[in-house]
């Protein structure tokens, strides 16, 4: 499978950051596939938050923390954006 370039990539590095907000999981979901595609298209690289809880899981999680990896698999995202940190 090829993956296409986009063609601003000869550039110097340029970053696009991720911060998950005060909102429930499905609305976090959302804006991280969304900047995915934005950052592929722009050429930059997605850097991702670090770990937190999430609204309505922190009464089933008992105050534990999620990062984007324990719902995707981050390395094979990053195989087909290169660029995912």
Known sequence: EEISI???????PKYLT?????????????GFENLILLAHAMART???PPKRQIFH?????AGRVFS???????????????GLN
């Open 6 to 12: 986009p063609p601003m990539s000869n550039r110097k």
């Open 18 to 30: 991720f911060e998950m907000d005060g909102s429930g999981w499905n609305n976090i979901r959302m």
């Open 68 to 82: 984007l990896d324990d719902f995707y698999d981050i390395d094979v995202i990053n195989k087909v954006q290169m």
């Open 57 to 61: 899981m922190a009464d089933k999680s």
């Open 46 to 48: 997605l850097v991702l």
